[in-house]
T-cell receptor
Framework: NAGVTQTPKFQVLKTGQSMTLQCAQD?????MSWYRQDPGMGLRLIHY???????DQGEVPNGYNVSRSTTEDFPLRLLSAAPSQTSVYFC????????????FGAGSRLTVL | DQQVKQNSPSLSVQEGRISILNCDYT??????FLWYKKYPAEGPTFLIS?????DKNEDGRFTVFLNKSAKHLSLHIVPSQPGDSAVYFC????????????FGKGTKLTVNP
């Protein structure tokens, strides 16, 4: 099993450009989510999904869009990149029962110039 | 308003000694707590959890203690090994559902040989 796969691992954007961070999981997990990690800030939830076709906002959703058309995929779109979106992004997934033990991807490091 | 707080950004211990990482929380309604471990350039990995109805959970060298009256939990690592050097995050399910976790800012543990 590959677990949670994120692409790309690194990306540099100019202010105003758009891009999509890809996330795929092969564990048939119902829950998927995106977090960002900034120095001294821990991990903060951007968007999450409890199943295909269902998404909702987390703590820091502004500037990001998501969709969940399949159980496996949960892409994160930056519509118009800003320097404040420079961060490391983690996708995570879990089953819907019991304690929510997230399985994380390896992360995508994004720099916006 | 940070619901989960880790007030020590870093901790350094000698190999073989005990490492104690601390976490405070503000929401007495959390059902459970989790600890994650993160190495550089990797995603966080689940380490250990504890239900709010327990005061201790042990898994090998790792033990988590929960003091509900003080709204405090701690992770003990005994004996500490150089491979334990990583950033440790405590987390809890956010209000509204276990599909969303709130994380502390993390504590960087360094175990010196």
């Amino acid at each position: 099993n590959a677990g949670v796969t994120q692409t790309p691992k690194f990306q540099v954007l100019k202010t105003g450009q758009s891009m999509t961070l890809q996330c795929a999981q092969d564990m048939n997990h119902e829950y998927m989510s995106w977090y960002r990690q900034d120095p001294g800030m821990g991990l903060r939830l951007i968007h999450y999904s409890v199943g295909a076709g269902i998404t909702d906002q987390g703590e820091v959703p502004n500037g990001y869009n998501v969709s969940r058309s399949t159980t496996e995929d949960f892409p994160l779109r930056l519509l118009s990149a800003a320097p404040s979106q420079t961060s490391v992004y983690f996708c995570a997934s879990s089953y819907s029962n019991g304690a929510n033990v997230l399985t994380f991807g390896a992360g995508s490091r994004l720099t916006v110039l | 308003d940070q619901q989960v707080k880790q007030n020590s950004p870093s901790l350094s211990v000698q190999e073989g000694r005990i490492s104690i990482l601390n976490c405070d929380y503000t929401n007495s309604m959390f059902d459970y707590f989790l600890w994650y471990k993160k190495y550089p350039a990797e995603g966080p990995t689940f380490l250990i959890s504890i239900s709010s109805i327990k005061d201790k959970n042990e898994d090998g060298r790792f033990t988590v203690f929960l003091n509900k009256s003080a709204k405090h939990l701690s992770l003990h690592i005994v004996p500490s090994q150089p491979g334990d050097s990583a950033v440790y995050f405590c987390a809890a399910p956010s209000r509204g559902g276990s599909e969303k976790l709130v994380f502390g800012k993390g504590t960087k543990l360094t175990v010196n040989p």
